[in-house]
């Protein structure tokens, strides 16, 4: 390869995967430990609302499913997740804004947009 072509060759060998997103592969572990939290991008185009949209799980310790959510953050904007106890998480998105995953009095999770 000529040294003329191999900087544009880098330059678009490092575009290319840098540009590529992966969903979240290892759980987050809630603060008491009991549960994971884990991300993935919904590919289901059966809503066009919540395609590419920031899907939520919550397992416990043994892998079960506590709560599924596709949320309505979208994966092609900046986001972030967090949890802030054990019974709540929030994802940050530059499009949505704030959202809040809580655990209810029943036990089940509910997701809800802050208010302004």
């Not at 809630?30 to 949209?53: E, F, H, I, W």
């Not at 106890?85 to 029943?106: A, C, F, M, T, W």
């Amino acid at each position: 390869m000529s040294r003329r072509i191999w900087p544009i060759f880098f330059f678009v060998a490092v575009l290319i995967g840098g540009c590529s997103r992966a969903a979240t592969a290892r759980g987050q572990k809630s603060p008491d430990g009991t549960m994971s939290l884990t991300t993935s991008v919904n590919q289901s185009k059966s809503d066009a609302t919540r395609y590419l949209c920031v899907v939520v799980d919550i397992t416990d310790s043994a892998g079960k499913t506590l709560h599924h959510e596709v949320t309505p953050a979208s994966d092609t904007q900046r986001w972030s997740i967090q949890w802030l106890s054990s019974d709540e998480v929030l994802l940050k998105s530059s499009d949505v804004g704030n959202y809040h995953i809580r655990r209810q009095p029943d036990g089940r999770w509910k997701g809800e947009l802050a208010a302004l």
